[in-house]
């Protein structure tokens, strides 16, 4: 009795293994694959059954039953016991082998589809392809016995032991290459001003690879300039800095950009500065807070302050106009020694709170060389600016720029001036004030030969 119970067990969990058996073991490797290529979602699962599997299975029961008008029953036997009125069993028993026999064909094929999705994406694309062969090699009597034993409905089911072997050993052993996105064709629709269809491509791009940091700042980029967008920008800027991907580095680069727009866009000194603040918070005492402080000093305060640093003005270079005896053109009117005064006190009391204000230390210079005749001490200021630690370039040039000026123009001092200009033109050559520094050394030199 319990070795007919046994059997019966046996024969059960071979049943069952014949029938859902590729199913179960395909639903199995799908999870595993979908986490290493993302093509193999539930979406794509669901709609492969449904085209792989229940579309086959479907069609061969209309071919069985012979219901369409051109199409007699597929096989002679079925035909003739609907003839005889008594086909319904070997019907059904048909259609139980035509599904068995689709289901492990159908299983065949989406294993055959994840081993070669794997060794596609695979770094390691050599070595996978030698344990394929070796597979291969080791696994083919198994799929010649099925073949010849059941014919050509067995060798769906030689096939599937064929490929479950390796299927399992790619899934432990390939090491996949991670996805890199390319945004060429959003940078094309930009360029022709399809803008709603360059945020659509970017975001496809970033389903693919959800921390890729150029990917957002370029998203954040379009909301900003050509939307015109700022606060959706700021929010994508900030989701990103949340992000525990996202390095310090990459912080202060987006919340840098973020400042821009702020300023840029909205004329906002105010929203910038609580930006540039943030970096401060985020990464205190590093060469990152430096750079955020350095920046801070040279931000207005307020609109208003903003809006009058905007407006055009002539930069203050005698050294570099025709004459260093040329007074400089300004936008503002002389002041008296009293509001001078007022206006050196005012700045140095912002240096009290902040030595580093670069803005408040220039205009102290200013102050004392052209408003209070104290040219020394403007001499000395200039050259405090230009001690401070990662100063642009521009700044630099623009300072030793009126250095040379200074010394010309209330020193009288040539030599000095001509050393000045010379050192503007060896390290900074590119800049505008090299040109023009150039250009003065040279009528220099012309007087000099005149003066002889």
Not at 152 to 170: D, E, K
Request: glycine share 6%; proline share 5%; hydrophobic share 50%.
């Amino acid at each position: 009795m319990i070795f007919w119970i046994f059997t019966g067990v046996i024969f059960f969990l071979m049943v069952l293994f014949v029938a859902v058996g590729p199913l179960v073991v395909v639903i199995h490797y799908r999870k595993q694959v979908a986490e290493m290529v993302d093509h193999f979602t539930k979406r794509w699962f669901w709609a492969w059954i449904g085209k792989g599997l229940a579309a086959p299975i479907l069609l061969c029961l209309l071919l069985c039953l012979g219901s369409m008008p051109a199409m007699p029953p597929l096989t002679r036997s079925i035909a003739h016991l609907r003839n005889a009125g008594t086909w319904g069993h070997a019907l059904l028993a048909q259609i139980r082998l035509v599904a068995i026999i689709v289901n492990w064909y159908w299983a065949a094929l989406t294993l055959g589809w994840f081993v070669s999705a794997l060794v596609r994406r695979a770094k390691n694309y050599d070595d996978l392809l030698i344990a394929g062969f070796f597979w291969a090699f080791v696994l083919i009597p198994i799929l010649a016995c099925t073949g010849y034993i059941f014919g050509w409905g067995g060798i769906g089911f030689g096939a599937v032991l064929w490929l479950w072997p390796f299927t399992h050993y790619a899934l432990d052993k390939a090491i996949i290459r991670q996805h890199s996105p390319t945004y060429g064709r959003a940078i094309g629709k930009m360029k022709f001003g399809k803008y709603g269809e360059a945020e659509l491509a970017i975001i496809a791009e970033l389903e693919h690879c959800e921390n890729d940091f150029d990917g957002w700042m370029m998203l954040a980029e379009l909301y900003a300039n050509q939307f015109h967008d700022v606060d959706e920008a700021a929010r994508t800027i900030y989701e990103l800095c949340a992000e525990p991907t996202t390095t310090l580095s990459q912080i202060s680069i987006a919340l840098h950009r973020l400042a821009d727009w702020h300023l840029k866009l909205r004329g906002d000194p105010v929203a910038a500065r609580r930006v540039l603040a943030e970096i401060s918070t985020r990464m205190p005492g590093t060469h990152l807070d430096r750079m955020a402080r350095n920046r801070l000093n040279q931000i207005a305060d307020s609109r208003e302050e903003f809006a009058r640093q905007q407006e055009p003005r002539h930069l203050p270079l005698p050294a570099l106009s025709e004459s260093h005896s040329e007074t400089p053109a300004t936008d503002a009117p002389p002041i008296n020694p009293e509001e001078a005064l007022a206006t050196a006190n005012q700045c140095v009391e912002k240096l009290k709170l902040d030595p580093n204000d670069v803005a408040a230390r220039e205009k102290l210079a200013h102050t004392f060389a052209e408003q209070l005749g104290q040219v020394d001490l403007g001499i000395e200021q200039i050259e405090l600016l230009m001690n401070m630690a990662e100063q642009p370039p521009a700044k630099m040039a623009e300072w030793i720029g009126l250095l040379a000026a200074w010394q010309a123009k209330y020193r009288k001092d040539a030599e000095a001036a001509r050393k000045l200009l010379q050192r503007l033109v060896q390290e900074y050559p590119q800049s505008p004030q090299a040109f023009a520094a150039q250009r003065q050394l040279i009528l220099m030199e012309r007087r000099l030969k005149i003066q002889r």
